[in-house]
Nanobody
Framework: QVQLVESGGGLVQAGGSLRLSCAAS????????VGWFRQAPGKEREFVAA????????YYGDPVKGRFTISRDGANNMVALQMNSLKPEDTAVYYC?????????????????WGQGTQVTVSS
């Protein structure tokens, strides 16, 4: 099993920044990709970004390209999501997820482990 714990959410004004962190523990060596998803009330869970533990590449959803940056600290099993130029439509619960398979996927059903989520609220 792999445990994921998110932190760093909060309330920020539009145009501001937040940094989310995901701490992974357990059998992390069994996973290859860590991603971030978000879910706003009444909406589907949406892919945000993903990275391989090897750090060899990253992948972003279109709504966040150029504004969000995902990074990892493999030695400490941490993944961060730096969010800049935040917009009210970025408001959602943000989830960290891990995937055993090596291929990038944007559908949430393809991820094997999930954190509890952290709330991000962007005011206008």
């Amino acid at each position: 099993q792999v445990q994921l714990v998110e932190s760093g959410g909060g309330l920020v004004q539009a145009g501001g920044s937040l940094r989310l962190s995901c701490a992974a523990s357990g059998r992390t060596a069994s996973t290859n990709i860590v991603g971030w998803f978000r879910q706003a009330p009444g909406k589907e869970r949406e892919f945000v970004a993903a990275i391989r533990w090897s750090g060899s590449s990253t992948y972003y959803g279109d709504p966040v390209k150029g504004r969000f940056t995902i990074s990892r600290d493999g030695a400490n099993n941490m993944v961060a999501l730096q969010m800049n130029s935040l917009k009210p439509e970025d408001t959602a619960v943000y989830y960290c997820a891990a995937r055993r398979n090596y291929a990038y996927r944007t559908d949430y059903a393809a991820y094997d482990y999930w954190g509890q989520g952290t709330q991000v609220t962007v005011s206008s």
